[in-house]
């Protein structure tokens, strides 16, 4: 059974830093690409970056291009999503979401539970 | 970027009824479009993609249809478990850019 669980949301004040995290089990991790998925309160859905199975590719919305940065461990089936900078319109809930393929995300099969990210003073 | 529609924002629906949910883009994605529905505090969960193909175990009253920029999502009856929001995605960019429409909630009558 596919599972995705993140990790590391919190409060955090306006120009601050976290990190989240999302560990997967029940599937081949490197095999697939991967996503974060974010959705602020009451609003839609809002994809925030993507990477490819090896890591070598990664992308961003433009809304968080060079404040945002993700990465994986293979090793240890996990995503990262490092968030620098951070804003009050970067409050949400992040969820990661698996891909159907190595190389591209296109659109999340299996989603975490997500983690709620504050930025407020 | 592609810029992602859906009509209506809410609709309403009495149970065994059927809804037609549509969803536009700003530009051809062909068939790179996916449906998701989301339930109040649950993650999305994926419905379709490709269009018009079911993911594993999501029941055939649930269609898709469309190609290019219109698209529509067809929920044939109703049933209590389908009230939800109801999110459309494409995936056609390059570079890997990937919009989502604002959503369509189909509430009970």
């Known amino acids: 059974e596919v599972q995705l669980l993140e990790s590391g949301g919190g409060l955090v004040q306006p120009g601050g830093s976290l990190r989240l995290s999302c560990a997967a089990s029940g599937f081949t991790f490197s095999s697939y690409a991967m996503s974060w998925v974010r959705q602020a309160p009451g609003k839609g859905l809002e994809w925030v970056s993507g990477?490819?199975?090896?890591?070598?590719?990664?992308h961003y919305a433009d809304s968080v291009k060079g404040r945002f940065t993700i990465s994986r461990d293979n090793s240890k089936n996990t995503l990262y999503l490092q968030m620098n900078s951070l804003r009050a319109e970067d409050t949400a809930v992040y969820y990661c979401?698996?891909?159907?393929?190595?190389?591209?995300?296109?659109?999340?099969?299996?989603w975490g539970q997500g983690t709620l990210v504050t930025v407020s003073s | 970027e592609i810029v992602m529609t859906q009509s209506p924002a809410t609709l309403s629906v009495s149970p065994g009824e059927r809804a037609t949910l549509s969803c536009r883009a700003s530009?051809?994605?062909?068939?790179?479009l996916a449906w998701y529905q989301q339930k109040p505090g649950q993650a999305p969960r994926l419905l379709i993609y490709g269009a018009s193909t079911r993911t594993t175990g999501i029941p055939a009253r649930f269609s898709g249809s469309g190609s290019g920029t219109e698209f529509t999502l067809t929920i044939s009856s109703l049933q209590s478990e389908d009230f939800a929001v109801y999110y459309c995605?494409?995936?056609?960019?390059?570079?890997?850019?990937?919009?989502f429409g604002p959503g369509t909630k189909v509430d009970i009558k």
């Open positions: 979401a698996k891909g159907p393929n190595l190389y591209n995300w296109n659109y999340g099969d299996y």
């Open positions: 990477i490819s199975g090896s890591g070598g590719s990664t």
């Open positions: 530009q051809s994605v062909s068939s790179n």
């Open positions: 995605q494409q995936y056609n960019n390059w570079p890997r850019i990937f919009t």
